[in-house]
């Protein structure tokens, strides 16, 4: 058991309007001793945008170097040591780099907590009109089209709310995908730039839906939610 005082945060950052950093999550940045993220120019801006003077070290926390950075944190948290753990955007280890640090710390008996935040994928469920009872998140899809065709196609009779994010480069073929494999009656949500400026949120079947994205922009993060078998916008 971790006896020094060290310990790990999760810190969740704004996924576009700033204002919705929480006083908790800046406590626990300005307290932190390292400070671990993916880009540290973007958190440094983040930071800078709050007037925040942190004398922490910075680590770059990425995907590529997180088994040697997990091993290495962890101790540094076992020799006591606040760490935070921020994502460039939303909730770290949800579709970013993370969860290897957590196991690593929960195996070494080390604290974890976490200042709850941003994350497009509940904030998207929570808009869209879908049912939010039960849903499956399945981050990015894979790039190649049969991969995407796969997966739709077991998501076709799904009794939940699928839930997944998509690039400004493949969302059109994304979207084309589902039609094929569920139809053009399946009801979707797809959400973009959420919290940001250009936020837009539409909700209706797929035949709907595809159309008005094609007339929209395509630029920015999208979330696309589909509806589970049956489900009808129109009660």
């Known amino acids: 058991m971790n006896t020094a005082g060290g310990k790990l945060t999760l810190v969740a950052t704004p996924i576009g309007n700033l204002g919705d950093w929480s006083p908790r999550a800046i406590e626990a940045v300005c307290a932190a001793d390292v400070i671990a993220c993916e880009d540290t120019r973007v958190s440094r801006k983040l930071l800078h945008h709050k007037e925040l003077q942190v004398d922490a070290e910075w680590i770059s926390y990425r995907e590529e170097t997180e088994h040697a950075l997990a091993n290495t944190l962890s101790e540094k948290i076992a020799q006591g040591a606040q760490v935070v753990l921020m994502a460039d955007a939303g909730t770290p280890a949800i579709s970013d780099p993370g969860f290897r640090l957590v196991r690593a710390c929960h195996s070494r008996g080390l604290k974890v907590t976490a200042?709850?935040?941003?994350?497009?994928?509940?904030?998207?469920?929570?808009?869209?009109?879908?049912?939010?009872?039960?849903?499956?998140?399945?981050?990015?899809?894979?790039?190649?089209?049969?991969?995407?065709?796969?997966?739709?196609?077991?998501?076709?009779?799904?009794?939940?709310?699928?839930?997944?994010?998509?690039?400004?480069?493949?969302?059109?073929?994304?979207?084309?995908?589902?039609?094929?494999?569920?139809?053009?009656?399946?009801?979707?949500?797809?959400?973009?730039?959420?919290?940001?400026?250009?936020?837009?949120?539409?909700?209706?079947?797929?035949?709907?839906?595809?159309?008005?994205?094609?007339?929209?922009?395509?630029?920015?993060?999208?979330?696309?939610?589909?509806?589970?078998?049956?489900?009808?916008?129109?009660?």
Request: a positive charge; glycine letters at 6%.
């Open 115 to 235: 200042t709850p935040g941003p994350n497009a994928a509940i904030l998207a469920l929570s808009v869209s009109g879908l049912p939010s009872d039960r849903f499956l998140f399945t981050g990015f899809l894979p790039p190649k089209k049969a991969a995407r065709l796969r997966f739709f196609s077991e998501q076709l009779n799904a009794e939940h709310t699928t839930i997944l994010y998509e690039s400004c480069h493949r969302i059109l073929k994304c979207l084309e995908d589902a039609l094929e494999i569920f139809g053009p009656a399946r009801c979707v949500c797809v959400a973009r730039e959420l919290t940001k400026l250009h936020e837009t949120i539409t909700t209706g079947s797929l035949a709907t839906v595809l159309p008005l994205v094609k007339k929209s922009s395509q630029k920015g993060e999208f979330v696309v939610l589909i509806a589970k078998l049956g489900y009808e916008l129109n009660p």
